[in-house]
């Protein structure tokens, strides 16, 4: 089925095709719905799903990636795609949410460095070579 390739290939975008590194990014397919017969292969599929980022240029560059990649997936099988990329709302730009994210990177950081991850209750206990 031509939408679960697209799937797929939707995946590698976040997974292989921008970085990350620089600003996070999901791509979401929460909605397939085609057909009414488990046996039976459906003329059309509506697929429906959400594009997640900070950074109003990544999300663009997303768009325009999902279009190219589910065009060209569907049609290496004689398909056609109408309407990808068709609705984008804008990245989140809650205070609330933006600390959200902030305590979070501050949490990794210090789990990193072992601080909050182990603390000294709980830390298994050290050997060294002279114990007996």
Known sequence: MVSSQIVLGLQTITSRQVDLTKVPAIITVGRIQGGNRGNIIPDSVIMEGTVRTFDEAMRADIKERIKRTAEQIAGS??????GAGSRAPPPPTSRRLNRSVVHAGALQALCRRQTLCYPQAHAAPRSTQHEQ
């Not at 099988?77 to 109408?82: E, K, M, S, Y």
């Open 77 to 82: 099988a004689g398909a056609t795609i109408r």
